[in-house]
């Protein structure tokens, strides 16, 4: 294994590079590649210097999954036995449904239902899929509307907008009462969703596991309550439909991952297949959000019999831990887990803590 050596972009980027065989861009240009692996990522950001000679053309790389963990992927290819087709919901509106079977030699578990967060796809959580279809669960879910390969309300692809969650809630419904999943795995907004529906529409699960659940939001020092009164204002000035920040901010400061690696990933799927990607959300779907914050928060909890465990970082700074912590006590059959960091994705985290989000997650699946 080639030895790292730090060195300079040759150009105004003035970034680090690691030196290896087949060494990555630079750290302002695209995230650092470790030398440990074999190829890297050779794709520059589009806020790269005009000069920057880092290469604009991306390579496949090899997951850093190590052997023993169930569920090794290349996270840039879809993987055989992943299918992809249409599902409608009531309306007619047409979404990406996903599915992964196991393989015929593990013990079949049942279906999984797998929810992501705002502007993911199903792309983003291969490793995850991955792991629990080597645990023999069969893994489905759907992109929601609006997002990934599900289809835009606006002209604007970019704009993540939705007038109101209650759609999504009804696709979700309509999608597990066909589906018939044992347990369920969400995070973020899906996590939010799949709440409102145990509470709300009457769902059932052996089990589930929510990963940084959206029960309260968070941006800097403002909370749902500032947020949701600048939401109706912006609205109300006619700006449901605008986006409520330029570019996409991604993983500014590490707020999304500390993993640059698989953050790079999602920027190589947004690039290379453009048609699921999305961007910020819109004042919109901000109003929407915390409507259905405060709808659920009316919800009688104390109904929803389902065995939850709940997961967020300390120091979140998407959703609200103290939000979460305060919802989940009214909760009569979960567990919290507080973790260290900031991170908000923490199934696409650095190894050693998404190996330990993953065991949590088997372990109260499975028991």
């Known amino acids: 294994m080639p030895k790292s050596t730090a060195r300079r972009c040759r150009s105004r980027c003035s970034a680090p590079r690691w030196g290896s065989s087949a060494s990555g861009g630079c750290t302002t240009c695209s995230a650092i590649t470790p030398s440990r692996w074999r ?9 790269r210097p ?3 000679c880092c290469p604009t053309g991306p390579t496949r790389r090899r997951t850093d999954t190590p052997a023993r963990y169930a569920g090794r992927v290349d996270r840039r290819r879809h993987p055989p ?5 249409d599902w409608h919901a009531a309306d007619g509106w047409a979404l990406r449904r996903y599915d992964w079977a196991p393989d015929t030699a593990v013990a079949q578990r049942g279906v999984l239902l797998f929810l992501g967060g705002r502007g993911d796809f199903a792309e983003k959580y291969l490793e995850a899929m991955a792991h629990w279809r080597a645990r023999g669960w069969h893994v489905a879910g759907i992109d929601w509307r609006g997002q990934g390969g599900s289809g835009r309300l606006l002209a604007d692809p970019l704009v993540n907008h939705l007038p109101a969650l209650d759609p999504l809630l009804d696709d979700l419904a309509a999608f597990a009462a066909a589906l018939a999943p044992r347990v369920a795995v969400a995070h973020s907004m899906g996590a939010h969703l799949l709440l409102r529906w145990l509470a709300e529409r009457g769902g059932a699960l052996d089990a589930a596991a929510l990963s940084s659940p959206m029960l ?3 941006a800097g020092p403002l909370g749902t309550a500032p947020l949701a009164l600048a939401a109706r ?3 109300a000035l006619g700006h449901a439909e605008r986006r409520i920040w330029e570019g ?3 993983n500014v400061g590490g707020r999304m991952t500390s993993c640059p690696d698989r953050q790079a990933d999602k ?8 048609a699921i990607a999305s961007g910020a959300p819109s004042w ?6 915390c409507a259905s914050i405060a709808a659920l928060d009316r919800a009688p909890l104390g109904g929803v019999a389902t065995p939850l465990m709940l997961m967020v970082s300390r120091r979140d700074p998407v959703v609200s831990p103290a939000a979460i912590a305060r919802l989940s006590r009214r909760l009569p059959a979960a567990t919290l887990h507080l973790l260290p960091g900031r991170s908000h994705e923490l199934l696409r985290e650095g190894d050693a803590i998404r190996h330990a989000v993953l065991a949590r997650i088997d372990a109260h699946l499975e028991r």
């Open 267 to 274: 920027v190589w799927w947004k690039a290379n297949v453009p």
């Open 50 to 52: 005009a000069s920057c």
């Open 81 to 85: 036995g992943l299918t992809f087709a």
């Open 233 to 235: 204002a912006a609205c």
């Open 216 to 218: 309260g939001l968070r």
């Open 284 to 289: 919109g779907w901000m109003r929407a959000a």
């Open 39 to 47: 190829s890297a990522v050779r794709r520059c950001s589009r806020r």
């Open 248 to 250: 996409d901010a991604g």
